[in-house]
């Protein structure tokens, strides 16, 4: 999605929103499910979805899966986008399983090389484990913004701090990157934007002199990106930040959030179980 | 209490000192206003007073707290909210302060909450801070520094990027803080600050050169003279009604104001302080902008919709609040972005970029070069011109704007905003243009500075350019301009000549936009076209 705000920096800003993940806004009752929930039932999915080879286990994956979109109000369509990148492996998958050369195919192809029924059941199978996974991994991050990820991520690490890990570092350093990714690209379309504004031409001339015309918009985007940098630490002492002692903001749990956990745990072990 | 008993601080052992025996006193309950023109010291003191920046000798206090502490005790908002904000999501943003201080959770978000609803911007809890617009930024920079619960706060030319509308917004905001007991230390260079302030202060050099009440600031001709206000015209027509007796009161609005002018007889003087217009004549070889029912739209909204500009000629202004297509309207008549329909022409042909010179409203955009000679020579270089008139041109650009051989060496990031502005504006001109577009090109610069620019622009006009000035201080610019266009969301609302807009509120008020204090002034006291 491509949006613009007349913002105070009185240039028109055209970010691409696509960097920061799939998030769609909503109210469904999958986007008020705590995220740590979601993100711990991804997990036990995962392993699920490899422990599942029996048809009655694949019907109920299939089936909560369907669940699950429904409720998070997630297309089809935009499952197969998310499986996209992924296409190329995929067929490979199913074409290492089915295809068989060396003979002893149930199906003649071409000479020695056939298929096997076996097989064929086999890439189905792998296929539509990966379908499955990149379509609960697309309900969880198109109803969790990035920033409540982050927040789950670094309440779900905490015990890592015992082990001396500093994960409220970690977890700043994460959500800064999230200020930071619209903001680098705000920067880029500005002084693309100044540079064309005094005659600068990005798509004229040899390849070397377009090079060096891109080389001349990265040297000023992080020599300002290092100076916002150095703003924003700023920014954050004014406002008390030093790093320790900060209130952890994501809530205990709700009633409504233990008892999803708890049903999906359950679910998922009869899923590996049946 | 906040005490900051006789400071001194510089940037570097090298440079002089950016403050040098600085003392103020900031009581709960109390705003006092510093002015000063650009390069005084107000920045510096305002990061002096909550801690950020350590003096090399004196001290500050707040109720007995100092050093490290004092960052709890008082509150910062600086001029421009996008390098404050720290968090991707508004309610995070309101937050992190609170969660800084390691309060429970339950406060945290009570005082999230409670700050977001002290600044009407509950609705914007769930936004990303990225696609707010400027006003709506600072408001929330405010927030978040409000939720920490301050007894003091530092408010740094906070609504210097705003818009009019939104910076009435911040100064209620602000006056009920004060009410509630907050002291509030206020860097301001619009006249209209000082009217209501407990004391004002002027910084020169680094110096206080005049410190008092508000209405001895607005009698005084020696304040006025050193806050750099005497070429301001509001100012000297408010002047001009506190020295026959107005007190604040009688000057915070523009409909008091002219009662008090004429119940005292001096509407001729608040007249002609208010000063005049001065049009310039069209040469006959003038060039001419046009935009051509342009529609721009980014991801169905549509920022322009048809929007047509006929020949521009000599200086016109196009007006209207943030996000009525201004800024859109700006880049479309340089030929920077390409509506989606309908047309920019210069002299009748389609304006490609580089045709028609264009200057941001924040003058760091446009610079990005090495040294100020080479980001004025970056120009002239990509239209291939020698290195020989290269430099004749940097040169000649240079000198038109006043900067020194010294400046030539610098760094253009290490300069003073206005000298950044003469910067950019010498980077333009090195070009030679039949035609600028302008953009907030006054934002952030002191009064002395808008004088230089206006007269720079009609300059420009007499040449033969030209001038499109996109702003929303019109009051400001109606003294150099020709035409006025207003926008209002992404369509043109009226246009008439500026001297239908001189003394008339109407426009304005068609337009949604408040009606410049100067104007309304005019009105009221029936100051014609021409004074």
């Known amino acids: 999605m491509r949006c613009v705000s007349e913002s105070s920096w009185g240039v028109v800003l055209v970010a691409s929103h696509a960097a920061l993940g799939t998030y769609l806004s909503g109210n469904t009752p999958m986007h008020r499910l705590d995220a740590r929930v979601k993100l711990v039932l991804l997990l036990a999915m995962t392993v699920a979805a490899f422990c599942a080879t029996s048809p009655p286990a694949a019907v109920l994956c299939v089936a909560s899966l369907a669940v699950c979109l429904a409720v998070s109000h997630v297309s089809l369509g935009t499952v197969a986008r998310g499986l996209r990148p992924a296409a190329i492996v995929l067929v490979l998958s199913f074409l290492a399983n089915a295809v068989v050369v060396a003979g002893g195919a149930d199906i003649a192809l071409v000479g020695q090389v056939g298929a096997s029924s076996a097989g064929i059941w086999r890439g189905t199978l792998a296929v539509a484990r990966i379908a499955m996974l990149v379509g609960f991994a697309l309900v969880v991050s198109s109803t969790t913004m990035p920033t409540q990820m982050v927040d789950a991520v670094s309440s779900l690490a905490r015990p890592l701090g015992r082990l001396g890990v500093p994960v409220g570092d970690l977890a700043m350093a994460t959500s800064i990157a999230l200020r930071f990714i619209p903001l680098a690209s705000d920067e880029y379309d500005r002084i693309v934007l100044a540079q064309r504004a005094r005659g600068a031409r990005f798509d004229e001339g040899s390849i070397r002199t377009r090079l060096a015309k891109r080389v001349s918009i990265f040297v000023p985007l992080v020599v300002s990106l290092f100076r916002r940098a150095d703003e924003l630490a700023l920014a954050m002492g004014d406002r008390c930040y030093s790093g320790d002692g900060r209130t952890i903001l994501i809530g205990p749990m709700r009633l409504v959030d233990w008892s999803v956990l708890a049903g999906g745990l359950v679910f998922t072990v009869l899923v590996c179980l049946v | ?531």
């Not at chain 2, 301001?188 to 005049?210: E, I, P, Y």
């Not at chain 2, 607005?218 to 003279?225: H, K, Q």
């Not at chain 2, 009662?259 to 208010?274: C, E, K, N, P």
């Not at chain 2, 610069?445 to 622009?457: E, I, M, Q």
């Open chain 2, 1 to 531: 209490m906040l005490e900051i008993k006789n400071v001194r601080f510089a940037y570097a052992a090298s440079d002089g000192l950016a403050l040098d025996d600085v003392s103020v006193v900031v009581r709960p309950g109390e705003r006092i206003a510093v002015f000063g023109v650009n390069g005084s010291g107000k920045s510096t003191l305002a990061r002096i007073a909550n801690g950020s920046a350590k003096p090399i000798s004196g001290e500050v206090w707040a109720d007995g707290e100092r050093g490290v502490d004092l960052v709890r005790a008082v509150g910062y908002v600086r001029q421009d909210p996008t390098c404050q904000l720290v968090s991707a999501r508004v309610f995070d943003e309101v937050c992190f302060g609170p969660a800084n201080l390691g309060l429970e959770r339950r406060e945290v978000v009570a005082r999230a909450n409670e700050a977001l609803a002290r600044c009407h911007a509950e609705h914007l809890a769930d936004k990303g801070t990225a696609e707010l617009s400027g006003g709506q930024q600072q408001l929330i920079a405010i927030a978040g520094v409000i939720a920490m619960r301050p007894r003091y706060l530092v408010l740094d030319e906070v609504t210097s990027h705003l818009d009019p509308r939104a910076g009435e917004e911040v100064a209620i905001l602000t006056q009920s803080l004060v009410d509630e007991g907050v002291g509030v230390l206020e860097m301001v260079h619009d006249v209209c600050s000082a009217l209501g302030a407990t004391r004002v202060m002027v910084l020169k050099g680094g110096r206080v050169a005049w410190e008092g009440a508000p209405t001895d600031f607005l009698g005084s001709a020696r304040a006025l003279d050193v806050s750099g206000l005497d070429v301001d015209p509001c100012a000297r027509a408010i002047c001009a009604a506190v020295r026959a007796g107005a007190n604040s009161e009688d000057c915070g609005d523009p409909g008091s104001l002219a009662a008090f002018a004429l119940a005292h007889g001096i509407d001729r003087d608040v007249l002609g302080m208010l000063g005049q217009r001065s049009e310039a004549d069209a040469s006959p070889s003038h060039h001419e902008l046009a935009l051509e029912a342009a529609t721009v739209s980014y991801g169905g909204v549509r920022a322009l919709d048809a929007v047509t500009l006929a020949s521009l000629k000599t200086v016109t202004l196009v007006a209207g609040l943030s996000g009525s297509g201004k800024t859109t309207a700006a880049c479309a008549l340089a030929g920077v972005i390409d509506p989606d329909d309908g047309a920019a022409l210069l002299d009748g042909v389609p304006v490609r970029p580089g045709c028609v010179g264009l200057a941001f409203q924040r003058p760091e955009t446009q610079l990005f070069a090495d040294t100020v000679a080479d980001d004025i020579a970056f120009g002239p270089r990509n239209i291939g011109l020698g290195e020989a008139a290269v430099v004749a041109a940097v040169t000649r650009a240079a000198h038109e704007m006043g900067l020194g051989d010294d400046l030539l060496g610098r760094s253009p990031f290490s300069l003073s905003g206005g000298q950044r502005r003469r910067v950019e504006l010498a980077g333009l001109i090195a070009l030679g243009y039949g035609a600028y577009v302008l953009d907030e090109p006054s934002a952030g610069l002191d009064s002395f500075g808008r004088n230089r620019l206006r007269a720079f622009v009609r300059r420009l006009a007499r040449g033969g350019a030209s001038v499109v000035v996109v702003t929303h201080a019109v009051g400001e610019w109606l003294s150099v301009a020709d035409h006025v266009v207003f926008l209002r969301d992404g369509r043109v609302a009226s246009s008439c000549d500026a001297g239908d807009a001189w003394a008339s509120s109407a426009p304005y008020e068609a337009a949604g936009l408040p009606v410049p204090y100067e104007v309304r002034v005019r009105e009221l006291l029936g100051g014609g076209a021409c004074g």
